[in-house]
């Protein structure tokens, strides 16, 4: 008998699996008529939310901006629907609302719940905003009833949300793992090697590619530990474990700043809780 286990990875923010049977997306129904509700405003990379005690919560019941275009639909959250509404960067939060960052690596504070929802908040917009026109012959597309696609009217191409799968990889060589860390982290911040698939490439060959290209060694026994979607703006990063197989560290210098081994003990600052990077290292970092 096969027995399948569900990665813990569905419990990471921005999985819309944390939000469980309380959100059910826009597809599968009709847009209600009372144009009130849950508020996801997002702005830029922030969602604008009402301070709550030590927490935070979406804005609820009439919408608290000026509509300067219809809401987008999202679906509906315990029992009231999502409305989403892009927010002007330059734009000061009314009274009442503060600017929280959706960005782990730049210290996001909102519960899962909301990171959960404003991550597909980010990727709808941005599906709205890349998906208007056919990509065949250019013409304004439709939506398609009852899902996230869109119709061309005049040669009928159909196009759905673009993921961008990318892998994630944790090294390990004994009680030691590989980490790397790019310019633009936090001084002393490590992560792992990520990286998008190639067309017509397997998800263990862009594994043991990306290490090869970006770190110089070779990597077997590549399993796979579980996945995170990951709306900036629209991948899907699915996590491995490796072992060293070969080969000395060097460093892509146009890719990463550095690259090295830690003792497991002893590892550096990293990502926060947020990130499959984290889980992936908590859980899987000793040998």
């Not at 990509?135 to 759905?160: D, F, L, Q, S, V």
């Not at 998800?203 to 070779?218: M, N, Q």
Request: proline share 9%; hydrophobic share 40%; charged share 25%.
């Amino acid at each position: 008998m096969v027995v399948v286990t569900t990665p813990l990875t569905v419990h990471l923010p921005f999985n819309r699996d944390i939000l469980g049977g309380e959100f059910a997306p826009a597809k599968r129904g009709d847009k209600p008529a009372d144009g009130r509700g849950h508020w996801i405003l997002v702005q830029g990379q922030h969602l604008l939310v009402v301070p709550d005690g030590e927490g935070h919560r979406l804005p609820e019941g009439d919408c608290p901006l000026p509509l300067d275009a219809e809401p987008f639909w999202l679906g509906t959250y315990r029992g009231a629907p999502c409305w989403v509404v892009p927010v002007a960067a330059d734009a000061a939060p009314p009274s009442g609302l503060s600017r929280e960052t959706m960005v782990p690596m730049r210290g996001a504070r909102l519960p899962d719940t909301l990171l959960s929802l404003g991550g597909m908040a980010m990727q709808a917009l941005w599906w709205e905003s890349t998906s208007g026109h056919c990509p065949r012959c250019g013409e304004r597309t439709t939506r398609i009833e009852n899902e996230w696609g869109k119709r061309c009217p005049a040669c009928r191409y159909e196009h759905y949300p673009h993921l961008h799968p990318a892998t994630i990889v944790l090294v390990r060589d004994g009680d030691r793992v590989l980490l790397t860390r790019k310019a633009e982290w936090a001084p002393g911040r490590y992560a792992l090697i990520a990286g998008f698939v190639d067309n017509g490439e397997s998800l263990e060959a862009c594994v043991a590619r990306e290490i090869k290209e970006e770190a110089g060694i070779d990597v077997k026994d590549i399993r796979y530990v579980g996945s995170q979607n990951w709306p900036f703006p629209s991948q899907m990063m699915i996590g491995f474990v490796a072992t060293y197989a070969g080969g000395e560290v060097v460093v892509d210098r146009e890719e990463l700043e550095d690259a090295r081994w830690f003792p497991c003990g002893a590892l550096p600052s990293l990502p926060s809780r947020h990130s499959i990077s984290r889980f992936i290292i908590d859980h899987y970092a000793q040998p």
